[in-house]
């Protein structure tokens, strides 16, 4: 998701680094970026002018300590694991300013344990994005005890410029939107798993039935079936609710690598 964040943090007007430790990473960010802002431009949602002011805000770098030495604020989209997580906040607590603001996409992790690998357990906050980012407009801003309440704003604010509407949720496992999403698509990976329905038709119940813009099936192919087994895993552990158990359908499935559109096989042919 860090190429669609920093789209849009460019797209706001802030001058924005991105960083990979894979230079062919970032090349492929960038390749989106381009691709994701002609599409707007083509739709008439933004000028060609738009288009190459927020493209010419976007640097990038492979060194994190580089890309984030003088930012004020930090979002890190890394993969959704606590270790890999805590890792990196604090290699970014040695780097940025005392006023820096660091933030975490994390879905479901616990914002704490990231905030106290650092320093300044205060001044950091969830920002929990949704994807496609320069589509999709909420953002969930999670505080932890400790949060300092400035921050809060500030990360609000920040949401705010990129054209977010945010909510504010405490520090729990899964927040609110993860927990909800997940149970509702553990639940529809039961009704394929016990042949209620299939995968296109419960889709279509949910999209045409309820008005939800995509499926939970569909929508658990692009997140990625691995993602949805890590977190349904972690609730399940954190939260000790059986609803939250992830059902044998979509353990088979990442064990034969069916992750979703990344692998081209999920629940859908891609």
């Not at 739709?43 to 976007?58: E, F, H, L, S, Y």
């Not at 921050?151 to 604010?157: G, K, L, T």
């Amino acid at each position: 998701m860090g190429h669609g964040i920093a789209q849009v943090a460019a797209m706001a007007g802030y001058q924005t680094s991105l960083t990979d430790s894979n230079p062919e990473t970032l090349a492929e960010a960038r390749s989106r970026i381009a691709s994701n802002l002609a599409g707007a431009v083509k739709r008439g949602k933004i000028t060609q002018d738009d288009a190459n002011a927020a493209a010419a805000r976007v640097q990038t770098a492979v060194d994190v300590a580089a890309a984030a030495r003088d930012a004020d604020l930090v979002i890190e989209a890394v993969a959704e694991d606590l270790d890999i997580k805590e890792q990196l906040f604090q290699q970014l607590d040695a780097v940025v300013g005392d006023d820096a603001v660091l933030a975490s996409n994390t879905s479901s992790l616990s914002v704490t344990r990231i905030a106290h690998a650092t320093r300044r357990p205060e001044r950091v906050v969830g920002m929990h994005f949704f994807n496609p980012v320069h589509i999709m407009k909420l953002v969930e801003v999670i505080a932890h005890a400790q949060s300092d309440p400035a921050v809060i704003a500030a990360a609000r604010e920040a949401a705010g410029e990129m054209g977010k509407t945010t909510i504010l949720v405490r520090d729990t496992p899964g927040f609110a939107s993860s927990r909800l999403g997940v149970v509702l698509g553990l639940e529809a990976m039961r009704m394929v798993e016990q042949g209620v329905a299939s995968a296109a038709d419960i889709d279509t119940a949910m999209t045409l039935g309820y008005g939800h813009p995509m499926g939970p099936l569909q929508l658990t192919d692009l997140v990625g079936l691995d993602v949805r087994l890590n977190i349904a895993e972690y609730l399940h552990r954190e939260l000790q609710d059986p609803k939250f158990e992830p059902p044998q359908i979509l353990r088979d499935k990442v064990h034969r690598r069916e992750l979703g559109k990344k692998t081209g096989r999920g629940f859908y042919e891609w």
